[in-house]
């Protein structure tokens, strides 16, 4: 049997796209093998939202063709889009495709040969076509599914390289999204996510749908018990959307809303087009109707010109708003972005202490969040067993509590109603209530 291997860097929405590329090489009649083993094609799925992840996506790249020389390595994703000349000068690489064409990558692996080496990639900037990806099962986790729903990003954030590496926004028909939702719930996930590169503008590019829509539509869909949103824009989380979106009770009460900053300043010159009132109001709004809401974040630090008082304005901030959790980012130099030209470079030394501070902050907050839920009873998705723990089960709650449990029984890929005890500041304890 013919085989094939995957690494898959980057986002949720990588994660998607390789799962179906997954299917249609396993359609196909090959057997997906592990990335160190040898397998006839291997396939890197790239990600270049920093200096560091182009970095790590060549060194991946490189390991490909040693663990067999007659392989044929393709390289996708958004490095090999946006810096294609650099891929093909990697040794080994054999088909270059970036961010479209994917739904054809088995007759184009499949014309190569291991000597050979084409790149298919073009301006992206000119695509205005969704590419379907379909995904009927997942390899692995039988719990949570991705679905793609949007493509691009029109933002241009000053720092961002990805609307040069996705391309304009393009929406996913809702109808095609909802039939892949029953196809998933029919084969037996309970939870799916909504996944894109800017989710926030689903449906604009169309005019048909917009994401309340397809949220309120979902949420209709018997046998899905939960509805996630990734990493989401604030600005489109306003008091109508809030309002459209209340009463869907599939829809988890975890809110991943991008902040990057604190300060108005910052904010204007990342082009970030909201202020940190604006922001605030937000995430009132969303905690008025979700009390046990999670609102979780992106704050990025030592962004060109950022101050001493622009960056404690931050710190401010975040101490207000207290995050249930923060993903923070040092500010990476991108060539071909505006921020990559603007002066007063900040100093990896000020970067590092400034990120520190913010980890401290945040883990301060998120602590007080999972204490703010202990003595609760809710609802737990368990997922997988505790490494290293006998009979302990982890899952997660709607709010993207991680949750561990002891039990006898393997309670993988079921719901479980417990009373969450004891945090540690990372996970809670828990007691099933019907054991």
Known sequence: MKTVAFYTLGCKVNQYETEAMTELFTSNGYKTVDFDSEADIYVINTCTVTNMSDRKSRQIIRRAKKNNLNSIVIV???YAQTAPEDVAKIEGVNLILGTQDRKNIVSLA???LPDQMTCGVSDIMHNHSFEELHIQSYSDNRTRAYIKVQEGCSQFCSYCIIPYARGPIRSRPIDE???EVERLAENGFKEIVFVGIHIASYGIDIGKAMLSELLIRANKIDKI????????EPMTLNHKFIED???????CPHFHLSLQSGCDATLERMNRKYTASQYKQIVNGLRKHFPDAAITTDIMVGFPGETDDEFMQTCKFVKETAFADAHIFQYSRRSGTPAAEYGNQIAPK???????????LTAISRMEFLKSQLGKTTEVLFEQLVH????????????YITVIMRSDDDIRGQFKTVSLKESDGNTITAINIHA
Do not use: F, M, Q
Not at 245 to 251: A, E, G, V
Not at 388 to 399: R, V
């Open 225 to 232: 018990r939960r509805i996630r949103l990734s990493s989401i």
């Open 245 to 251: 979106i209340k009463d869907c009770h599939k829809l």
């Open 177 to 179: 999204v909802l039939c």
């Open 388 to 399: 290293g723990k006998t009979n302990w089960y982890e899952g997660k709650t709607d709010n």
């Open 350 to 360: 000020i970067k590092e202490a400034r990120a520190k501070k913010i980890a401290e």
């Open 76 to 78: 996708t994703g958004c």
């Open 110 to 112: 499949e014309k190569l």
